[in-house]
């Protein structure tokens, strides 16, 4: 089974508007991390946000949200006000912990990826 | 200062031909990491080295090498190349082996194989 699904291979969003990016992951892990990174078409992969399976509240960066469902599974990115700059492809990615997950473990996990395309 | 740099970031060879990659970070990190990343832009762990020690070696062939020179340094040396090893690899390291910390990543290696 995929660790970290992403249903969305491409979206389209105005300028201006948010636009929610959605993954699930799947662990048995009671401790893990969930990850978005960008990857514009220049290809270096940037680091957006965390969110510590253990943080009660949704971690934000600027413009950047995660929308943290621990019940669900889901860890949907939200970006407001998108921005012609925000063009690329995002990944979710996993990092699961604790002593019994094995050193397989140790290493992100991605998902597909969605390419986000911003209008303007 | 770039926190993970890789060198070079494009490598055309032919078939056949050695090549190595170079990964530095200067985050002062324990644990650095390879990554692959296909045509189809899924990105795979490869190697995972903790103080220069193998920790993961996932199905990768025996062609492929990762060296770790010190905790700073983590090289990829590929035997033999192979038109399917055409890919971009990524470089990245967290602070350690054990916390949920960020992976850092590199700007990429673009390898093509002709």
């Known amino acids: 089974a995929q660790k970290i699904t992403q249903t969305q291979p491409g979206m389209f969003v105005q300028e201006k508007e948010a636009v929610t990016l959605d993954c699930t992951y799947d662990t048995s892990d009671q401790s893990y991390g969930l990850f978005w990174y960008k990857q514009p078409s220049s290809g270096e992969m940037i680091f957006l946000i965390y969110q510590g399976s253990y943080d009660e509240q949704n971690a934000t960066e600027g413009r950047y949200s995660l929308n943290f469902q621990k019940a669900r599974k889901s860890a949907n990115l939200v970006i407001s006000a998108s921005q012609l700059g925000d063009s690329a492809m995002y990944f979710c990615?996993?990092?699961?912990?604790?002593?019994?997950?094995?050193?397989?473990?140790?290493?992100?996990?991605f998902g597909k990826g969605t390419k986000l395309s911003v209008i303007p | 200062d770039t926190a993970v740099s890789q060198t070079p970031k494009y490598l055309v060879t032919q078939m056949g031909n050695d090549k190595s990659i170079k990964c530095e970070q200067n985050l002062g990190h324990d644990t650095m990491y390879w990554y692959k990343q296909d045509s189809k832009k899924f990105l795979k762990i490869m190697f995972s080295y903790n103080n220069k020690e193998l920790i993961i070696n996932e199905t990768v062939p025996n062609r492929f090498s990762p060296k770790s020179p010190d905790k700073a340094h983590l090289n990829l040396h590929i035997n033999s190349l192979e038109l399917g090893d055409s890919a971009v690899y990524f470089c990245?390291?967290?602070?350690?082996?054990?916390?949920?910390?960020?992976?850092?990543f590199g700007p990429g290696t673009r390898l093509l194989v002709l």
């Open positions: 990615a996993m990092r699961e912990g604790g002593a019994n997950s094995g050193a397989g473990s140790y290493q992100l996990t």
């Open positions: 990245a390291s967290s602070q350690d082996l054990y916390s949920l910390e960020t992976q850092y």
